[in-house]
Nanobody, 122 residues
Framework: QVQLVESGGGLVQAGGSLRLSCAAS????????MAWFRQAPGKEREFVARISWGGGRTSYTDSVKGRFTISRDNAKNTVYLQMNSLKPEDTAVYYCAIAKVPYTSSTEFDHWGQGTQDTVSS
């Protein structure tokens, strides 16, 4: 049974930083790509960042490039999202997700965590 548990969300002023963590269990973490998504009020869930199973490749949506960094610690079964220079438009519930198939570059994800609320005040 796959479980993803996010933590680290909260309230921060514009320009500030937050670091999200996602602890995974139920799969061999080090063999699966991981990603972060977010959903703002009244909007659809959108992709934020992705990291390969080995951690050597990352990708980001344009709006967070240069501000957010995704990383992983395979020894701790944890993926992180460091968010700097936060803007009010980054306010959303942030979800981590795990790829459906191991050892691939697939962008298909089949399990999500419960989400963590991040609010950026202006």
């Amino acid at each position: 049974q796959v479980q993803l548990v996010e933590s680290g969300g909260g309230l921060v002023q514009a320009g500030g930083s937050l670091r999200l963590s996602c602890a995974a269990s139920g799969r061999t973490f080090s063999t699966y790509a991981m990603a972060w998504f977010r959903q703002a009020p009244g909007k659809e869930r959108e992709f934020v960042a992705r990291i390969s199973w080995g951690g050597g490749r990352t990708s980001y949506t344009d709006s967070v490039k240069g501000r957010f960094t995704i990383s992983r610690d395979n020894a701790k079964n944890t993926v992180y999202l460091q968010m700097n220079s936060l803007k009010p438009e980054d306010t959303a519930v942030y979800y981590c997700a795990i790829a459906k198939v191991p050892y691939t570059s697939s962008t298909e994800f089949d399990h999500w965590g419960q989400g963590t609320q991040d609010t950026v005040s202006s």
